[in-house]
């Protein structure tokens, strides 16, 4: 199957922006930014650490990854978004460029989703318009309707028999569910999805196997692991839930810098166990050949971030605002929840 750049813009998006002028909504222009990315919420939970192999401590070999990503049938796909938010009197705008890109033999092919909602806890405002959406906690709702975006173009787009790489935790708070349902739609299509985390107070390891020895699981993974080394596979277990149960490790894939985790379902982990050390490899080959050694991530990833970012800079925001006519609020920023 072919796979050609495109540019997707949800249905609504220009009548909401219609809708927001007519309803008089007004944002602040004092502070526009770039485009930047938000944190979702990881997750700590209830329940078990156990250690899937022997070793603590696994070398990993970016040429074998190279090799592994030219001679596998595995196409290699990558996950990002960026976000604008933008407050107002009368509730919060939030814009997202979703943004997956496929890794052909010749190019990067961009495949980036634009969207925007906005939410209120006026239900006059909400009475008046078909578009504008009620919310007792915007930062909720945004969060649902943005994996549900995500979801969407993920189920659609990202090709069959690949592996695809995806910025963020596959368990986070409210939105654990619907990572969880992506998962098992991607897997349906024999696609691997691979969650990456660069960032997190996470402490499963350290709560279940080193208590009182590290701050959190980041610290024990950096003091441990050496350049071009991973941990063991480490398989929490949840209290209540047998769906929550994922896979991950740490990669470090330089000195002087805070490793990786990569996580997947445990559902992922029975159909591609046998091709995990080969993964980690192309991970590790991907992390090099990003060649930022002060911000980490898959090379794949990092070019769909950009992308996300660079179609957000396209929007004229100061248009739509200004025609909007709204009474501003303090602070308009690009920074997420």
Not at 164 to 186: C, E, K, R, T, Y
Not at 227 to 232: C, D, S, W
Request: aromatic share 12%.
């Amino acid at each position: 199957m072919d796979y050609y750049s495109k540019l997707i813009v949800s249905e609504d998006f220009n009548k909401l922006i219609t809708e927001l002028q007519s309803s008089h909504i007004n944002f602040n222009t004092d502070e526009i930014t770039t485009p930047s990315s938000f944190k979702t919420s990881d997750y700590n939970g209830n329940g078990n650490i156990k250690v899937l192999e022997n070793e603590n401590v696994i070398n990993l070999n970016a040429e074998l990854g190279y090799e592994y990503i030219q001679n596998n049938n595995h196409i290699i796909s990558g996950y990002d978004e960026s976000l604008i938010s933008i407050p107002a009197l009368e509730g919060n705008g939030y814009m997202f460029a979703h943004s997956l890109v496929i890794l052909n033999p010749e190019k990067y092919i961009p495949i980036v989703k634009l969207s925007l909602n906005f939410y209120t806890k006026s239900r006059t405002l909400v009475t008046n318009s078909t578009l504008i959406k009620y919310a007792k906690d915007p930062s909720v709702k945004s969060k649902i309707d943005y994996v549900q975006d995500k979801s969407e173009l993920l189920k659609n787009y990202t090709p069959p028999n690949s592996i695809i790489f995806i910025d963020g935790p596959l368990i986070g708070g409210q939105l654990s569910q619907l990572n969880i349902n992506l998962n098992g739609d991607l897997l349906n299509k024999n696609i691997i999805p691979i969650f990456i985390v660069k960032n997190s107070d996470s402490s499963l390891i350290i709560d279940n196997l080193y208590k009182g020895q590290y701050n959190s699981d980041f610290e024990f993974a950096f003091k441990t692991l050496k350049k071009g080394q991973r941990t063991n596979l480490y398989m929490y277990q949840d209290a209540y839930s047998k769906n929550k149960n994922k896979i991950f490790t740490y990669i470090k894939p330089y000195d002087n810098v805070s490793p990786i985790r990569f996580e997947l379902h445990e559902e992922t982990y029975k159909f591609y166990k046998n091709q995990l050390n080969n993964i980690f490899n192309c991970i590790y080959y991907l992390l090099l050949s990003q060649g930022n050694s002060k911000n980490p991530q898959p090379k794949i990833v990092a070019i769909a971030e950009a992308y996300a970012r660079e179609v957000l800079k396209t929007i004229n925001i100061n248009d739509i605002i200004f025609k909007s006519g709204l009474v501003p609020t303090m602070n308009y920023t690009r920074f997420g929840w």
